[in-house]
Each structure stands twice: as structure tokens, then as C-alpha cells.
């Protein structure tokens, strides 16, 4: 089956500093890749879409300025969170898509956590 | 446009006893339908998935999902649960190139 790694699976950074989190298909080509967020007993919570060599498309209520993605190749999208607060503290799930495809493969997250 | 209803945010069973999790569909496209299980902390496992070959589908633990078009469902059975079966479980639709999930599941398994 198709593999996505995410890295790290948990990172703890200071209030103000900006933390980088990869979403990489290790063994196909993701024209689409998905970033969510998962708050605590919720659900997923899809934030933005990205395809390779564009600009992602957030959904409502993303702040796009504070959750910077890019996608610049087929198996690597990066999802960065700027001035990083306590508030930004959550669990971040990535996933990517081939063209065409009937699923999305999910990363294994990325427990955030700012001080 | 699509969604998933998941009926029962939470389920609490016997250990032994029947596992049913429903989950309700709505998709404009012929639907990929998914469930997956979430232990604390950890990311997303794929239990199984329909994406429409036989309806009857079995995945891994035991566990099996049954698409009916007709009913617009996918509900999840385990015939015995195990202590180890306690977990978030959830739904997802995939159409027009993106997942949509439910609110999940939370199963508690008594002993």
C-alpha cells in the first residue's frame, strides 16, 4: 500500500517561533496532499489542500498567513506555523492523493505542542 | 457536495459482545467509503474500505462493513469485541478529491 510519512511526530516550541512539520509519500507520486487539524475528542478538521506546484486552498477560517503551506514537489508538502501560541497546540494530520485515486493516505501526525 | 453522519458519539459494549458502529453517507458521486481507528495519540489506521467492488467488506481485527446503497450506509460489526477494540473510530467519504470524515466514534469495551 501507499506510504506518508510525517515528520515530527511531536514537537514542543516556544510561544513566538515559527515550527515546520513534512508530509512526504514515500512510495508514489501525491498530486494532492491535505492538511487537518484535530482538536482533542473531535474529529478531523480539514484546513487546506494543496497541489503540487500551486497554492493550497484553505478553507474557511484558516488563517492563511499563519499556517504557510507548500507543496513544491510530487512527495513532499510542508505545512509551517508561524508565531506559533499556545493556542496553536493540537494534533496536525497530513494525507496525500495520486490523481485519479479512490483514497487518501494519511501521515501519522504531529502532536504540537507551544509553550 | 458530501457528507457523514455518524449515529452514537459514543458506544459502549461487553466484552464478547456485538460491535455496531453506523455510519450514513450522502455523496453526489458513486462513494469510496472508509473507517478508520484512532488509538489515543496516535494517527489514523485504515480498518477497511469500500470503494465498490463487493459490498460485504472485511478488514483487519475482525472487523467487516456492509455498503447499502439503498439505505445510503456503511456500518461497521465486529461480532466479539476485545478489551483492545476500545478506540475512536471514524467514517470517511472520498469524493471530488478530498476525504470527508464524521465526527467519530468513541467505543468503550467493558469487561
Known amino acids: 500500500g501507499a506510504v506518508v510519512s510525517q515528520h515530527p511526530s511531536r514537537v514542543i516550541c516556544k510561544s513566538g517561533t515559527s515550527v515546520k512539520i513534512e508530509c512526504r509519500s514515500l512510495d508514489f507520486q501525491a498530486t494532492t496532499m491535505f492538511w487537518y487539524r484535530q482538536f482533542p475528542k473531535k474529529s478531523l478538521m480539514l484546513m487546506a489542500t494543496s497541489n503540487e506546484g500551486s497554492k493550497a486552498t484553505y478553507e474557511q477560517g484558516v488563517e492563511k498567513d499563519k499556517f504557510l503551506i507548500n507543496h513544491a514537489s510530487l512527495t513532499l508538502s510542508t505545512l509551517t506555523v508561524t508565531s506559533a501560541h499556545p493556542e496553536d497546540s493540537s494534533f496536525y494530520i497530513c494525507?496525500?492523493?495520486?490523481?485519479?485515486?479512490?483514497?487518501?493516505?494519511f501521515g501519522q501526525g504531529t502532536r504540537l505542542t507551544v509553550v | 457536495a458530501q457528507s457523514v453522519t455518524q449515529l452514537g458519539s459514543h458506544v459502549s459494549v461487553s466484552e464478547g459482545a456485538l460491535v455496531l458502529l453506523r455510519c450514513n453517507y450522502s455523496?453526489?458521486?458513486?462513494?469510496?467509503l472508509f473507517w478508520y481507528v484512532q488509538y489515543p495519540n496516535q494517527g489514523l489506521q485504515l480498518l477497511l474500505k469500500?470503494?465498490?467492488?463487493?459490498?460485504l467488506v472485511k478488514g483487519i481485527n475482525g472487523f467487516e462493513a456492509e455498503f447499502k446503497k439503498s439505505e445510503t450506509s456503511f456500518h461497521l460489526t465486529k461480532p466479539s469485541a476485545h478489551m483492545s477494540d476500545a478506540a475512536e473510530y471514524f467514517c470517511?467519504?472520498?469524493?471530488?478529491?478530498?476525504?470527508?470524515f464524521g465526527d467519530g466514534t468513541t467505543l468503550t469495551v467493558k469487561p
Open positions: 469500500y470503494t465498490s467492488a463487493a459490498t
Open positions: 455523496s453526489s458521486v458513486p462513494p469510496y
Open positions: 470517511a467519504v472520498y469524493g471530488a478529491g478530498k476525504s470527508t
Open positions: 494525507s496525500a492523493a495520486r490523481q485519479g485515486g479512490t483514497e487518501a493516505f
